[in-house]
């Protein structure tokens, strides 16, 4: 991953989030998805879903905190970085959605 500096403030807060576009090659090796609570695939970076979940293994301690991250051994061996954060939901309604980033 490349590094990148965070603008600062006078008192050494950084400024804002910011939001910076992955390179190629950072794009190869990520997925992002938005999955319901049963782990249903809603949204991919990888294609339309017609349906199905994306099986991560530890699905119940990931929703355990409402954000955070896990590394994972997939069912290949491999270990994979999966962060992901609760959607806030809309007012009074919440979907029980999760926004998930699949790093290999």
């Avoid at 090796?29 to 349906?51: F, M, N, Q, W, Y």
């Avoid at 409402?66 to 007012?91: D, Y």
Wanted: hydrophobic letters at 35%; a negative charge.
């Amino acid at each position: 991953m490349r590094k990148v500096s965070v603008p600062r403030c006078s008192t050494g807060e950084s400024v804002c989030p910011l939001l910076f576009p992955l390179d190629e090659e950072e794009k190869r090796h990520c997925r992002v998805c938005i999955l319901g609570e049963d782990g249903t695939i809603l949204a991919d970076t990888k294609g339309p879903p017609l349906s199905g979940s994306l099986p991560l293994p530890q699905n119940r301690q990931l929703w355990a905190d409402p954000k955070g991250f896990h590394e994972i051994k997939s069912e290949f061996g491999n270990t994979q970085l999966v962060a992901h954060a609760l959607a806030p939901g809309f007012e009074t309604y919440t979907t029980g959605w999760h926004s998930v980033i699949i790093y290999t």
